[in-house]
């Protein structure tokens, strides 16, 4: 327990500083957005590219592993577009914000250390895998969603068009796609360019944290307690449950189970805010969930990790 408070306090210290510096008037609502649209613009897609260029593709991927993440994943993002529809008739494309908040984990900010403190750093492997597909797949499922639904009418072309221009038009999928670029081409890059990316690289989990800290500071739990409560139960609850049956039914191996449910148990990423922000709906619940779901996980992850061999 110790060790998970070390871990997630932190990044709760670094979400307050956003929100007190905004509540207080030291950091303005636009700074916090300015700030939001440099993270996931520039720098986290350079700590994305950096990241993948740089993986052992060959020894990390294992069919049986992705699809006791992804389906799982998948599953919880038709449950929550469905869930926020049917249940707290929100608008279609509201749905669909918050169902990405029931897909996009943070494998990154908190899968990995928790990871690594629960289990050594030789079981980071299995993270690295869901790591390298997680942004193109989650994103590529919510775009592609969302562009349907803004679509609707409109015909299969316009739709595939306007699907495709949202996905390469994604700064964080460009990241992603050149990263494998490099990695596949094992094209040398020279160190001053490697240098730079670096240096952002630096900024972008920090930076991403405060500033959802003071998106945070504008929004209120008031008329969004049921959308978060159904984010924080399929999030910490249902999507690791539904990822246990998977490794038992594909076999994983007791070490690649173990990283791939402990994944799918996080809350979501600040990522699931960046997809709100970028469409502009949902962007409170989006919000309230990543903050609330952290919090709870401080107690979830403790169960999941005694319920783990």
């Not at 294992?62 to 049917?86: D, I, M, Q």
């Not at 221009?165 to 990263?179: D, E, K, Q, S």
């Not at 160190?191 to 240096?199: F, M």
Request: aromatic share 10%; proline share 5%; net charge neutral.
């Amino acid at each position: 327990m110790g060790a998970l408070l070390e871990v997630i306090l932190p990044v709760f210290l670094v979400i307050g500083a956003g929100f007190i510096a905004v509540k207080r008037g030291l950091f303005t609502d636009d700074g916090a957005d300015a700030l939001m649209k440099f993270t996931q613009n520039f720098a986290i897609p350079c700590l994305l590219f950096r990241g993948i260029a740089g993986l052992e593709l060959g020894a990390y991927f294992e069919l049986g592993l992705l699809a006791s993440y992804y389906v799982p994943a998948v599953s919880g993002f038709a449950l929550g577009s469905l869930g926020a529809r049917l249940l707290f008739g929100r608008p279609w494309e509201d749905s669909i914000a918050i169902g990405f908040c029931c897909l996009f984990s943070n494998a990154v900010l908190l899968g990995l250390p928790i990871t690594e403190r629960a289990y050594g750093a030789e079981a980071l492997s299995p993270n690295y895998a869901i790591i390298a597909l997680n942004a193109p797949i989650c994103f590529g499922v919510g775009i592609t969603a969302m562009e349907i639904m803004r679509n609707k009418g409109g015909g299969i072309w316009p739709t595939a068009k306007a699907v495709w221009r949202a996905v390469t038009h994604n700064a964080l999928i460009i990241g992603i796609t050149l990263g494998f670029v490099v990695n596949v081409t094992s094209l040398p890059l020279p160190n001053v360019l490697t240098d730079a990316i670096d240096l952002m690289i630096r900024a972008a989990l920090p930076a991403a944290i405060f500033g959802l800290g003071g998106v945070l500071a504008r929004y209120k739990l008031e008329g969004d307690t049921g959308p978060v409560i159904m984010v924080c139960a399929l999030m910490l609850i249902i999507q690791p449950s539904l990822t246990w049956v998977m490794a038992g039914a594909t076999g994983l191996a007791t070490g690649a189970s173990r990283s791939v449910i402990l994944t799918a148990a996080m809350a979501p990423g600040v990522n699931a805010y960046v997809f709100a922000n970028m469409y502009g709906v949902g962007k409170r619940v989006a919000a309230s969930a990543v903050l609330v779901s952290t919090a709870l996980s401080v107690l979830t992850l403790w169960v999941w990790l005694a319920l783990l061999p």
